[in-house]
DNA sequence: CTCCTTTATGGAACCGGTTCCATTTTTAGA
DNA sequence: TCTAAAAATGGAACCGGTTCCATAAAGGAG
């Protein structure tokens, strides 16, 4: 328990220095690595963390800021990068910001006082105090989900996906199509998901496609797609995310609409729930899992100075659901 | 950046030790006081974390422990932990064992190695080597979610709830009720769940009470379910968890069932998601910040060694849903 | 069996704080 | 104004490791 170094030491009869050479790895005979081995493991000695730190100026840590811990898509995230830097003896440590810009500048400044190794940050909006911040990190900083410029970034090809559920929509035989998106404070979901959506919507024989803005809630979603249905004869609603699809399928149902028969709704995430709910949900699940390796690998190139694409794209896929049927 | 406190104290004149005292509310003179608190400022100075750990012994870690991170339920009060620890100017250390025995007893272990200043356990199942552990351990513990002899607890009133839940099924005009629930590996759930819907529903009327065994998961409980439809006439089914409930939902839909009019369906846990589906799902909902805040707070406690009591219990309520319809 | 080169080991300084103790400065009471 | 007690400050040891450098032991070549 508490036994330290020294100790290790006068028991096995050997220097301090030879007793921490032999714990790092450095050159020792076979007959002192011996002697040291036995009193180490009777001792069940593990060295203070903390004094290996202060000397050695790497603290092991790692630390991730995220926007919100009960979010599906961070959650999924989180878990695989976690996995994966434990397994390469790094500890995450996880910051929680609420969705609190501030607190999320202020995290990725107290981290870099506490001396992690690296950061990786849950990015739902670059604003200029982002970027001047970025410029004066010492080090690593990945960034997830938003691009930056001069700045590691993981983001989902948000057009592709969205040209997709576009192309999957519009030549389902829907020819009247609205999108319920977010606030393009979002760059990736805010303008790039959508602008796919509209092309895709565009290339393969939509007529009309209308947009209406939501928050990420439910109780805006709910709101925004009430709206669509009052204000267009849509037989499509793709909505920019599966919390977003519900709302409308919440709204739809309750003005009466049968899902898929008058109304096809679609998300984009690939939440677990919508599949389990009927009808179950369309929708784009992206690789939450190869995104959370990638990012772990990433991080820790950048740490050894390794270099590094700039950006990288982890893949999606379609998932077809009960809430749309072909038409033709 | 890399300024000491060294440099700080030859900058303002005076002895290290004197920022230190400075630094940790020391009696200062207000003369010197502000001197080194120009300095201080000039230089945006933070002590270093380690060095400061190293000495003290105290390291402003708290260890959480978890089976999973994309729990509904784990993330809800993880993050009010998070925050109330953070005020108080903790550290939560997140150690995700994703369902795993052995890296949740070995995490406990790691913890104490890392000599972090309190641990908090989220806990399905407590096994003998889990009690063996308990008694070994030096540093604070509290368990949440499952009970522990001579360990601090806090648990959810599972009896209690499932009593309620039993009551007001049995009490809608349901006289055949068949009740989904889990392994009794799991005390609190497998268990004290079970009886208190059992004893609410005899208590109120119902004449036949079946059980069907399911896991957590989505996929045992449509076969858990399907079994109860197959093997018995119920009017009800009250499920152990919110996920088991959706499963159950899936499964008499696909046989035809009418929701709430054919079948009603419950469930436990209060997700934010059952709410949003329709049709909604009546549920229990726990007090999870109320939990958290209580962990956060009772942790604390323990580390200044105040008394505190071994089981506490956070609150709950019951949340009416569509999927229950009044029969009388 | 020397002598020189490697390889092992020990000793000491250092990392950046905290804390105990001795010394100096203030404050206050007489 | 002098003195004792309280408050403020400085100095040094210490926390538990890592690392540099010097020395000792081992290995190889001649």
Redesign the interface.
């Known amino acids: ?1 508490k036994v330290t170094i020294n100790e290790i030491a006068k028991e096995a009869g050997v220097a301090k220095s030879t007793v921490s050479r032999y714990l790092n790895g450095g050159r020792i005979s076979p007959r002192t690595s011996e002697k040291i081995r036995r009193v180490v493991e009777a001792h069940n000695y ?1 060295p ?4 290996r ?2 000397k050695s100026k790497k ?1 092991g840590f790692i630390g991730v800021v995220a926007p ?3 979010s ?1 898509v961070t ?2 995230i ?2 695989k990068i ?2 994966e830097l434990r397994a390469t003896g790094f ?4 910051i ?1 910001t ?1 969705h609190s810009i501030d607190r999320e500048l202020e995290s990725l400044q107290n981290l870099q ?3 992690v190794d690296g950061m990786i940050l849950f990015a739902t909006e670059i604003t200029p105090a982002h970027l001047e911040l970025f410029s004066e990190l ?1 080090i690593p900083l990945l960034v997830i989900g938003q691009e930056a410029k001069r700045t590691h970034c993981i983001v989902f090809d948000d057009y592709q996906a969205g040209y997709e559920m576009g192309k999957y929509i519009a030549s389902a035989g829907h020819a009247d199509i609205s999108y319920i998106g977010v606030h393009e404070a979002d760059e990736a979901v805010g303008q790039r998901r959508k602008q796919g959506v509209k092309d895709g919507c565009k290339d393969h024989g939509a007529e009309t496609f209308s947009f209406f803005e939501s928050g990420f809630d ?1 109780n805006s979603a709910i709101a925004a797609a009430g709206k669509s249905l009052a204000e267009t004869a849509s037989t499509a609603l793709i909505c920019a995310t599966d ?1 977003i699809a ?2 409308a ?2 709204v739809a ?1 309750e003005k009466g609409y049968r899902i898929p028969e008058d109304l096809a709704i679609s998300g984009f995430g690939g939440y ?2 919508s599949e ?3 009808p179950s949900l369309a929708t784009i699940a992206f690789n939450y899992q190869e995104t959370g390796s990638l990012a772990a690998r990433t991080i820790e190139k950048m740490i050894q100075s390794e270099p590094v694409d700039f950006l990288q794209r982890p893949g999606f896929s379609l998932r077809p659901g009960e809430s749309i049927k072909g038409k033709k």
Chains 1, 2 share one sequence.
Not at 48 to 51: D, E, H, L, P, R
Not at 91 to 94: F, V
């Open positions: 328990m593990e203070n963390s903390f004094a730190s202060l603290t919100a811990l009960d599906f959650s999924k989180l878990i976690d996995e500890t995450t440590l996880i929680n609420s006082r506490q001396k010492t439910f919390t519900l709302g399928m919440r149902r677990t729930v389990m709910i009927h």
